[in-house]
Each structure stands twice: as structure tokens, then as C-alpha cells.
């Protein structure tokens, strides 16, 4: 696997609220995106603290002995990375409020496993871009209801509205997926990205023949040619060798 994490503030924001890191321990990948919210710099310190947690602590698993273990193992990590954020909410009123999105991939040297919870992103990349996670938005419980449609849906004024993130005070939904399909990549992304670009923009530029971090640098680049309105974050994971 050949990884790049990057993000990037955008051309209409003071402060970069995202961010993309990963950690590789023998066999195991693990890389995580989050995409900050807050005033002042809440929005900063909410993404900073739950991905050095995650990554920090991934890894301080037992064996895995099926998927439901791993299921449980995030699950228990984003849990904790709640409850942390909520805490530090309480303690600094500057803070209060704060959270963060977060998209979680997981690598056990055999399968591939998403999880997330919020409006980042994870796609699958083969032939085609495939969106794997579904936006935790006010719209889309909407679309769920079939109160609106999807036209309606991407013209709604509640349309980035979340109704997830770490940091919430109400029950935590977190989503779990194990790909079963082949694939070329793995992208993590804020909405800063898919917000900017198109899905035939995004795959036009995974299929070039250039390095990982060559498309990691044009996907910011572009989504900043295209929009640039919020913070880029990007984790790209291909297959291939280092």
C-alpha cells in the first residue's frame, strides 16, 4: 500500500481545521481524517485531539478474531474520543460546542474495514469512484423519510446541517463497513473536497499515472481552482508498492 495524507486551508479560511494522518505497525494501516467545527479555534483543537487519540491508541487492540471485534474496538475508540471532546467542552467555555466529523480505515494486511460518523467521505476507487459512507446530515434524514427528494436535497439550505459528530451530546451512530469488492484506492476526504469538485473531476484525476502524492496535491489544488470555500482534507491509500 503507498499512502499520502494532506489538507489544505482553502482560499476563504483563516484556520485549517482538518486533519489527515495515518499509522502502519507491522501489517496493520490505520488513517483517519477529521474535519473540525467550533468558533475561534474549537473547531481546531476538537479534530487535533480525536485524531491523535485515534491514532495514538489504535493499536493498543488485542488480537482481532472477527469482524465484530474490530467493529467493537472503533466503536469503543470513538466512544471515548466523545467523551473526551465533551469533557474539554465543559472545562473551557471557548470550547463549548466543538466537534468534529471523522472517517476511519482500517488495514489488517488481508481486508479493509470504513467507519465514520459526520459528512467526511470514504470512497472506493476501481474503475469508477464509489461513495462508500452516507452523510450524517439533516438533509439526508430527510431523503430517508422521503420528504424530500434528491433534487430538493441539493438545493436545501440545511443541506451541510449535521445530525452526527463526535462531540455531540446525544448517542453516537457509528457506521461500520467491510469491503468486499476489489479496488485500486481508498480516499478520505472533508467535504471541502467533494464540496468543490465533481465525482468525474475526483476520478479524472485518481486514474492519472502519477504518484500517490501527486494526485493528493492535485485534488487540493483543484478543489481549491473549483471552490477553495473550506479546509481540504485528503487521505489517499492505493495499492502498490512503497
Excluded at 472506493?124 to 439526508?140: G, H
Aim: charged share 25%; hydrophobic share 35%.
Amino acid at each position: 500500500m503507498v499512502i499520502s495524507a494532506m489538507t489544505d486551508i482553502g482560499i476563504k479560511r483563516s484556520v485549517n481545521q482538518d486533519r489527515a494522518v495515518y499509522k502502519i505497525k507491522d501489517h496493520e494501516i490505520v488513517g483517519v481524517l477529521c474535519d473540525g467545527m467550533g468558533g475561534h479555534l474549537a473547531g481546531d483543537v476538537a479534530s487535533t485531539l480525536v485524531s491523535n487519540y485515534i491514532i495514538d491508541h489504535f493499536f493498543d487492540h488485542s488480537p482481532f478474531i472477527n469482524d465484530e471485534s474490530i467493529h467493537a474496538w472503533i466503536s469503543s475508540l470513538l466512544l471515548t474520543a466523545n467523551d473526551l471532546l465533551n469533557k474539554e467542552s465543559d472545562m473551557h467555555s471557548e470550547y463549548a460546542g466543538m466537534g468534529t466529523t471523522i472517517v476511519i480505515c482500517y488495514m489488517d494486511g488481508k481486508n479493509t474495514y470504513i467507519s465514520h460518523v459526520g459528512d467526511s467521505r470514504a470512497y472506493l476507487y476501481s474503475d469508477t469512484l464509489k461513495q462508500i459512507t452516507t452523510d450524517d446530515t439533516f438533509v439526508n434524514e430527510l431523503l430517508k423519510r422521503g420528504i424530500i427528494n434528491q433534487e430538493e436535497a441539493s438545493h436545501h439550505p440545511k443541506r451541510n446541517v449535521l445530525v452526527q459528530a463526535i462531540g455531540i451530546k446525544e448517542a453516537l451512530r457509528i457506521s461500520f463497513y467491510k469491503i468486499e469488492e476489489d479496488y485500486r484506492a481508498i480516499l478520505l476526504c472533508s467535504d471541502g473536497l467533494y464540496n468543490s469538485l465533481t465525482s468525474q473531476q475526483i476520478e479524472d484525476i485518481l486514474k492519472e499515472d502519477e504518484s500517490v502524492n501527486h494526485k493528493t496535491e492535485r485534488l487540493i489544488q483543484s478543489a481549491n481552482e473549483f471552490g477553495g470555500l473550506d479546509n481540504i482534507g485528503v487521505l489517499l491509500i492505493e495499492k502498490g508498492e512503497s
